[in-house]
């Protein structure tokens, strides 16, 4: 079974400062691993997704991460961040077997931005 | 484009009652998902249907059941409601199931059962 941890529930930083989400994974099987944005009273959007190809998977707002198979991680950065870039940030594995097509997801890291 | 939509918004509904959900799935989709987001969690997988049949289930009992019909809008039904039901509900659709295809998630349907 597959199982995502994002280490800190709440990660607070200033605005042009660098962002860190931490998420680590657990899979039997290679991963697709996928990081998604939540504003407040909305739905979730794909920032990226690893899919095998390049382990430096490039995102949308200027978000990356890096996939470490050693370290069983996929934690996404930001160089500056804006204030627009609060949210709640989720990290997600793709499964297979039975519950083929499932997202597991973490518990999700609330970013917070002061100016 | 039209993204996914789903309906209602808001539902409140009492224990024991029944309530169905609504999902129109991105033009093009032929999958949907469902999941479940209790208040400061993370989505959990309901079950996921594809041209019609389910396509993997989750864990959660068979009050939770769902339909898909050929335009691939799909509903999501709950039987039976209980306290712990109360959730913001997720439907996604992804242009076919596979491990890696994007899901494209709608804004939600906030259930609170009283």
């Known amino acids: 079974a597959q199982s995502v941890t994002q280490l800190g529930s709440h990660v607070s930083v200033s605005e042009g400062a660098l962002v860190l989400l931490r998420c680590n994974y657990s899979?039997?099987?290679?991963?697709?691993l996928f990081w998604y944005v939540q504003y407040p009273n909305q739905g979730l959007q794909l920032l990226l997704k690893y899919t095998s190809a390049a382990t430096l998977v490039k995102g949308i707002n200027g978000f990356e991460a890096e996939f470490k198979k050693s370290e069983t991680s996929f934690h996404l950065t930001k160089p500056s961040a804006h204030m627009s870039d609060a949210a709640e940030y989720f990290c997600?594995?793709?499964?297979?077997?039975?519950?083929?097509?499932?997202?597991?997801f973490g518990q999700g890291t609330i970013l917070t931005v002061h100016p | 484009e039209t993204g996914v939509t789903q309906s209602p918004t808001h539902l409140i509904k009492t224990r024991g009652q029944q309530v169905t959900l609504r999902c129109s799935s991105q033009s093009g989709h032929n999958t949907v998902s469902w999941y479940q987001q209790a208040l400061g969690q993370g989505p959990q997988f309901i079950f996921q249907y594809y041209r019609e049949e389910e396509n993997g289930r989750g864990n959660f009992p068979p009050r939770f059941s769902g339909l898909q019909f050929p335009n691939y809008s799909s509903e999501l039904n709950v039987n039976a409601l209980e306290l712990d039901d109360s959730a913001l509900y997720l439907c996604?659709?992804?242009?076919?199931?596979?491990?890696?295809?994007?899901?494209?998630f709608g804004p939600g349907t906030r259930l609170t059962v009283l």
């Open positions: 997600a594995v793709s499964a297979g077997g039975t519950s083929y097509g499932k997202l597991t």
């Open positions: 899979s039997s099987v290679p991963p697709y």
């Open positions: 996604a659709s992804s242009r076919t199931s596979s491990l890696y295809n994007e899901q494209f």
